[in-house]
């Protein structure tokens, strides 16, 4: 049986000119269809001699965002790209290219192979490959230097930012402004072009001339960090630009493509889409109207969470009960958005109307109207509990109340509110108003929809929002107490704190952990751990942490922490007085040191990881195991061409993992080294962590529908 799929390509006749316009809801991705469309309407009209210009325009708010990224996933199926915009270009009659919104990938690519390329202001115009692991695989190493030069060509693929409308002017790859409606204008820039006898222009006609100095790729090379260069794309884009350099267009695109299949085929790859799936919020249907939000707790969170929600809009009012925390607080807002507006992030305007947005208060009264309440006072169990029971009388029926908690029992704070269903966690990571991780912690009797307006809330922020269930630290904190526990008995067992963060950093963690910890103070999980009702009792446990404190080495607010900070100078340096510190603990607790190889360091702390995200994953708190890499790449700083500690796993081969943990049950004991059940399972069964689904839940489903 044939299926008929709606055409995703019309031709529309405006006399001479004809209208080639894509719509491939939401976002006109060039899908299979839509590029055999394509190929269909322009040899067509290349053809027929009543037309003398075409212009490609796509509906809805986007130009193009790129390819299919699911097809990724197999190898290419014709009408390839490539082929279809060779075809475009040879067209025998001008291509206009009508740009408006995303133009990204795919169609930044087409735009280039066009002959004249007009947009409209609210244009985004670049090429994020490679941030998928790939590159540019249809022209664009190849069109864009001979258009904007090597340099800036090289900077746009490898950095994968888009530019906007005026700096797209300034480089030539945008030849017309359309101010008004853009398919009229195109039109219009269409006509004018026939009539003033315009010639086809292709870029594959002009030349590239070479870089001036011979080391010019060298030195590029060079200057691109090693995270960076960690995406192996990145170094396949500089070698596709280079090879553009010295050889004709044809050869230069073929080689471009058969970069573009290895790095399609990559492990990097493979982790960076998946990343780009997990990452999609679902719809979040029957979420509750908010419009006013009151923050809890004006210091470092609470601050950041009313910068966040301003800037998206929401009304918001800051409480704290000290009136000098309420005016610091204030003042913090009111900094970060004339920053903002200063260094071109808001415009002056937004800037503006979002200081407005927020008022102080001193007194939970003033919540009475708000929608949604997000707390953010002191990790303290029962100053949460005592805020939850004012905020239950005080705030109107049907208000949601969230905690920002970062691992206390949320069903204990809500139990205090006496509204457990309009309970929710809202853990935001710190900054608040930056980083884009948001955990939305489920308690046993938190409402569906109080879950739907949080997701929906994080939404609107601009985060990543990852619904999980209530337990100590959640998922991230959780998994970074095992984590922190490998390294925290490695410096006891012989390793140093700065090879430790060597190792990891260059496995790819954005930062080692014990120059984490001194960032984000280790005062902090000092606090936590004394509050922590079911810490292990175990004198090795976060030894050197708590002894740091101890001593008044709080990291880099007090400029003493695992590492020595010196003025101005934000990477710590190694500190012999840790060191002494750390052998006399040993010795004091009777381990003996021995030499502590990178494998291991890394093996440990990630073996640590995927063991209890697999144990995360039995409890149910998570409902899949792409939330926890979600978790870890966008909180924790997980190399995101890892994938995430669960896809990590799956590449690494779960019987693999499973004898590796049992390893260091054998050697190190079994206290820390029990392997999760779910580990257990599906190793003997041959599954995967990607692959499993909670049976429970899906039962679950199967009886409701
Ligand atoms: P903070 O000490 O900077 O701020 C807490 C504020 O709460 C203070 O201004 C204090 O005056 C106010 N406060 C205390 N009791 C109050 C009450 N009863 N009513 C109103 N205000 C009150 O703390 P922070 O670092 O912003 O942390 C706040 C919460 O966010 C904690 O639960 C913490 O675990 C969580 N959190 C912190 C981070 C982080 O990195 N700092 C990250 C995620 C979550």
């Not at 009408?79 to 169609?107: F, M, Q, S, Y």
């Not at 900077?155 to 930012?161: D, F």
């Amino acid at each position: 049986m044939t299926e008929t799929l709606p055409n995703p390509v019309s031709v529309t006749r405006f006399g001479t000119v004809a209208l080639v316009e894509i719509e491939n809801p939401p976002v006109n991705a060039l899908a299979l269809p839509v590029r055999a469309a394509l190929l269909q309407a322009i040899e067509a009209l290349d053809g027929d001699v009543g037309v003398a210009a075409i212009v490609i325009h796509g509906r809805g708010r986007h130009f193009i965002a790129g390819a299919d990224v699911r097809e990724f996933d197999a190898p290419p199926r014709p009408p390839l790209l490539n082929d279809v915009l060779l075809r475009l270009e040879a067209c025998g009659k001008p291509v206009i290219a009508a740009l408006h919104g995303t133009t990204l990938g795919g169609g930044a690519e087409l735009a280039l192979a066009s002959h004249y390329r007009c947009a409209t202001q609210d244009l985004s115009f670049g090429f994020p490959e490679v941030r998928l692991g790939l590159l540019p695989g249809s022209g664009g190493t190849v069109r864009l230097p001979r258009l904007v030069g090597i340099e800036k060509a090289l900077e746009m693929m490898t950095g994968g930012t888009p530019v906007g409308f005026a700096a797209a002017v300034s480089l030539g790859l945008v030849d017309q402004e359309v101010a008004g409606d853009l398919r009229d204008g195109a039109i219009v820039y269409a006509r004018e072009l026939v009539r003033a006898g315009a010639p086809v222009r292709r870029v594959c006609d002009r030349g590239l001339a070479a870089p001036g100095a011979s080391a010019f790729f060298g030195d590029y090379r060079a200057t691109l960090s090693p995270a960076a260069v960690r995406v192996p794309a990145t170094l396949r884009i500089v070698e596709a630009v280079e090879f553009a350099a010295a050889q004709p267009f044809r050869a230069a695109l073929a080689r471009a493509r058969a970069l573009f299949e290895e790095c399609r085929v990559s492990s990097e790859s493979k982790a960076l889409r998946h990343l780009f799936f997990a990452e999609r919020v679902a719809s979040v249907p029957g979420a509750r109207d908010i419009g006013r939000i009151g923050v809890v707790g004006a210091g470092t969170m609470g601050s950041g969470i009313a910068i966040s929600a301003a800037s998206a809009g929401f009304d918001v009012t800051l409480v704290d009960t000290k009136p000098e925390a309420v005016a610091a607080g204030i003042a913090r807002i009111h900094k970060a958005f004339a920053e903002a507006a200063r260094k071109g992030r808001m415009t002056a305007a937004a800037a503006a109307a979002a200081t407005t947005r927020v008022s102080g208060e001193s007194d939970l009264t003033a919540l009475a109207t708000a929608d949604l309440v997000i707390e953010a006072v002191f990790e303290n169990l029962a100053v949460k509990r005592e805020v939850f029971a004012r905020l239950g009388a005080a705030c109107r029926a049907g208000a949601v109340l969230a905690t920002n908690t970062s691992t206390l029992d949320v069903e204990v704070i809500a139990d205090a509110s006496g509204r457990r269903g309009d309970v929710v966690g809202m853990h935001f990571f710190s900054p608040a108003n930056i980083m884009r991780l948001l955990e939305i912690v489920r308690g046993r009797d938190t409402a569906p929809e109080v879950v739907a307006t949080a997701l929906a809330v994080g939404r609107r922020l601009g985060k990543i929002g990852v619904v999980v269930g209530n337990c100590f630290g959640f998922v991230g904190n959780r998994m970074l107490y095992a984590y922190g526990r490998e390294r925290e008995l490695m410096l006891l067992e012989g390793a140093l704190p700065e090879q430790i963060d060597r190792a990891l950093e260059a496995f790819g963690m954005a930062m080692g952990p014990n120059a984490v910890g001194d960032l984000a103070g280790l005062d902090i999980g000092y606090q936590v751990r004394r509050e922590w009702r079911d810490r292990p009792d175990d004198p090795r446990f976060y030894r050197i942490s708590d002894l740091l404190v101890e001593q008044g080495r709080l990291g880099q607010k007090s400029g003493r922490g695992f590492y020595r900070y010196e003025t101005a100078v934000r990477r710590g340096q190694p500190d012999p007085e840790v060191a002494t510190l750390i052998r006399a603990e040993s010795a004091r607790l009777g381990i003996a040191r021995r030499e502590i190889g990178d494998p291991e360091i890394v093996e440990r702390c990630m073996l640590a990881l995927i063991n209890e995200g697999a144990r995360i994953l039995d409890e149910r708190i998570a409902a899949r195991s792409a939330d926890i890499d979600v978790v870890w790449c966008n909180g924790y700083g997980f190399p995101r061409q890892r994938g995430g500690p669960m896809f990590y796993a799956d590449t690494l081969g779960l019987p693999h993992v499973l004898e590796r943990v049992g390893h260091y049950g054998a050697t190190l004991g079994a206290r820390y080294w029990q392997p999760a059940g779910l580990l257990e399972r599906l190793a003997r069964t041959g599954g995967s962590f990607g692959s499993w689904r909670d049976e429970a839940a899906a039962g679950r489903g199967q009886a409701s529908a």
